[in-house]
């Protein structure tokens, strides 16, 4: 299975951007389709955005729908999540995530087979 690293996260003040990246190895990483995921404090992980394997398709969770944009570099197995506009809220673990399949219910955790460690990113107000 493919191995996950992220970087990139921060503290940074609302209104701000970060680009979080995740490297992957250990794979071809241009069979597995990609997703990213935060965890709050207290709360569950939840999807945040999804790119299929050729990076034609993205999804997205709505509240982040134009502010985040997830994109793959296939050459240098890496994808990343582009992020803008940041609140509060976005305060969370993030984590990448790659599968391989149908690459249906990907808004879910269940086709996900391989998680990196995830970054921490926190949002001040």
């Known amino acids: 299975q493919v191995q996950l690293v992220e970087s990139g996260g921060g503290l940074v003040q609302a209104g701000g951007s970060l680009r979080l990246s995740c490297a992957a190895s250990?794979?071809?990483?241009?069979?597995?389709?990609m997703g990213w995921f935060r965890q709050a404090p207290g709360k569950e992980r939840e999807f945040v955005a999804h790119?299929?394997?050729?990076?034609?398709?993205?999804y997205y969770l709505e509240s982040v729908k134009g502010r985040f944009t997830i994109s793959r570099d296939n050459a240098v197995n890496t994808v990343y999540l582009q992020m803008l506009s940041l609140k509060p809220e976005d305060t969370a673990v993030y984590y990448c995530?790659?599968?391989?399949?149908?690459?249906?219910?990907?808004?879910?955790?269940?086709?996900?087979?391989?998680w990196g460690q995830g970054t921490q990113v926190t949002v001040s107000s």
């Open positions: 250990g794979g071809t990483f241009s069979k597995y389709f």
């Open positions: 995530a790659a599968g391989y399949g149908s690459g249906g219910n990907y808004n879910t955790e269940r086709p996900y087979t391989s």
């Open positions: 790119i299929t394997r050729s990076g034609s398709y993205t």
